[in-house]
Nanobody, 124 residues
Framework: QVQLVESGGGLVQAGGSLRLSCEAS????????MGWFRQAPGKEREFVAA????????YYGDSVKGRFTVSRDNTKNTVYLQMNNLKPEDTAVYYC?????????????????WGQGTQVTVSS
């Protein structure tokens, strides 16, 4: 399995921005499509965004469309999540995940490798 380590979380005021990073190691990065998920206390895990192995295709959850942007740098084995116009309801632990480049689906069950998560807190 690929190992994933997220960074970049923190505390930000509503309307602010953060950029999360997820560095992969242990396997060939371009063998994987990458995703971001989040989970708030007492809520189910939610799909946030995903990007194909080459970066040519991106997907977003409805709640973040137009505010978040997923990207990847295959030379650095890193995927990013740029989060703009943050809202208090974006507060959650954000997880990076990986799945085989040709695997279908965008649910959590479709991703086989997960990072430890990074906390994002948005104050009102």
């Amino acid at each position: 399995q690929v190992q994933l380590v997220e960074s970049g979380g923190g505390l930000v005021q509503a309307g602010g921005s953060l950029r999360l990073s997820c560095e992969a190691s242990g396997r060939t990065f371009t063998n994987y499509s990458m995703g971001w998920f989040r989970q708030a206390p007492g809520k189910e895990r939610e799909f946030v965004a995903a990007i194909s192995w080459r970066g040519g295709s991106t997907y977003y959850g409805d709640s973040v469309k137009g505010r978040f942007t997923v990207s990847r740098d295959n030379t650095k084995n890193t995927v990013y999540l740029q989060m703009n116009n943050l809202k208090p309801e974006d507060t959650a632990v954000y997880y990076c995940a990986a799945k085989a480049w040709n695997a279908q689906g965008l649910s959590g069950a479709d991703f086989g490798s997960w990072g430890q998560g990074t906390q994002v807190t948005v104050s009102s």
